[in-house]
């Protein structure tokens, strides 16, 4: 699978693939390696290393959140 596909894909099938990779015996880097994706690309799309765990999960939430709705600057401060 190249980059391309993979980033196609799903988060949670992201995960699944790199912790596929993980179970072969690939480090970390070694998996996102043999992908071609970077610690940015996975970021970007929710799927985040467990160091704990040794494991990708993907992020139940998608994108991310702006909790400052007043963008003009004008809010109170």
């Known amino acids: 699978m ?3 596909e ?3 894909l799903e988060s949670s099938k992201k995960a699944e693939i790199l912790n596929q990779l993980i179970d072969e015996g690939k480090s970390q880097k070694e ?3 043999a992908i071609g ?3 940015k690309d996975l970021m970007m799309t929710q799927v985040f290393f467990s160091k ?3 494991r990708f999960a993907a992020n139940a939430v ?3 959140s702006n909790f400052h ?3 003009t600057g004008e809010a109170a401060k």
């Open 2 to 4: 190249d980059r391309m």
């Open 6 to 8: 993979f980033m196609a």
């Open 31 to 33: 998996a996102m390696a």
């Open 37 to 39: 994706v970077s610690l």
């Open 52 to 54: 704990t765990e040794g």
């Open 62 to 64: 998608g994108g991310f």
């Open 69 to 71: 709705t007043d963008s």
